[in-house]
């Protein structure tokens, strides 16, 4: 399948990543390119940045969550029908598991999709000096074929004089090309909150800024030179979605609006492509459940920032700690968990009621709290046992009850701690669950759903 791609990448986090993929991501779509997105690793912010560019869903590329074979089906069966893919990369370019392994970082995924490599590198204050940089990361992995995949370099925050010098020296000092620059572009910047960047729709003027963007990167950058060089990405395996075992019927509220909105897209699709309906619903905004729903998902998000509103709308409240007394099986990760905890801490540290389905309080520890992959082992899901299960946690808040229906363990390391409350109804607690690492999660899930239907019929 020819499938042209390539991935913008950096030696770091905060670089610039997002900004320049969106500029890129418009300077193609305004070309009248079809055009998809991916987000290396687990973030979730990254996408939306992605989606609100091309109006599309963008999807998350991570070999820890879903495994290598995984990863590359996922990116396969979205990116197939695209006349060009762009991958943005996550942390530095090597940058994996623990940060000591390659393992799950952007350098991985670039190996298990063939994607050819753009390096963002901010230009200020250097000259020559940059060379060995570069050369340092062409080489790391010089030993593994085929290498780095770094096919180019853009550099960031320069002025067009230093640009044609910096141009000259990397070229000729090196076997890489470059493909343009970025100005200083202070006025178009991202800001970002304790969880990464604010969300786009928190971004005064984000269309406009988006438009400024893409007119200027047309400008500095060789976009050109890298469609040219997403079409040398060689010939990928076609893919053919495969059906699951079992079709189940039952209709899911998920949890959608400000408070609520971290979700993996896949993690949707595998439901539908079980026989889920989806349904959303707003917590903060509406007053019930909606109709005839056999499963409740609340996904995570900000509920710390809407915590007044949340407490606010006592009847959502209300409706949702009735469904949960009533058996309706319900998902709930990370703020969605929160939710259903006694009381939630604002902002302003003072503590606004909560759902009340679970005892516990919720919290600012002052600090990211258990960042990062882990391995969920020894508890059951909705009844049944279903491995080990892959996670990722991020997260500022904490709770005096956690859970310990499982024992979470960080890889290639010996810290470990238990966490999750899992019932026959009820699977809540603070990781993130990709559903394509381990489908069985969903389908005991539906189970559960489909149980609950028959109960409710009797």
Known sequence: MRLPRLMITAPSSGAGKTMVCCGLLKCLK??????????????????????????????????????????????????????????????????????????????????????????????????????????????????????????????????????????????????????????????????????????????????????LLGQQLEKTLDIDGLICLAESAPDTADYTPEQPVKKYKARIGLAWDEAFCFMYQDNLEVLKSMGAEIVTFSPLHNIKLPENIEGLILCGGYPELYAQQLEANYLMRKAVKKALEQGIPCIAECGGFMYLQEAVEDREGFLKEAVGALKGKCFHGGSLKRFGYIILEGGLVFGHDVGNISAHEFHYYDSDNCGNAFTAKKPLSERSWECMISTDTLLAGFPHIHYAGNPKVAEAFLEACESYCERSKQ
């Open 30 to 211: 305004d070309r009248r390119m079809k055009v998809t997105a991916f987000k290396c690793g687990p973030d979730y912010i990254d996408p939306m940045f992605h989606k609100e560019v091309l109006g599309i869903d963008s999807y998350n590329l991570d070999t820890f969550l879903c495994t290598r074979e995984n990863t590359r089906k996922i990116f396969a069966r979205h990116a197939g029908q695209s006349e060009i893919a762009v991958l943005e990369g996550v942390m530095g370019y090597y940058d994996g598991i623990g940060g000591s392994v390659t393992d799950a970082s952007a350098y991985d995924i670039a190996g298990v999709t063939d994607t050819p490599a753009v390096l963002l590198i901010d230009g200020r204050g250097t000259s020559l000096s940059i060379v060995p940089y570069i050369q340092g990361f062409l080489s790391f992995r010089e030993k593994e074929a085929p290498g780095s995949y770094i096919g180019g370099v853009v550099l960031n925050h320069v002025s067009p004089g230093h640009y044609m010098r910096l141009k000259e020296i990397i070229e000729r000092e090196t076997l890489v090309k470059v493909y343009g620059y970025v100005p200083e572009m202070k006025a178009l910047s991202f800001e970002s909150r304790h969880l990464g960047l604010k969300k786009p729709s928190e971004i005064e003027d984000f269309k406009d800024k988006m438009r």
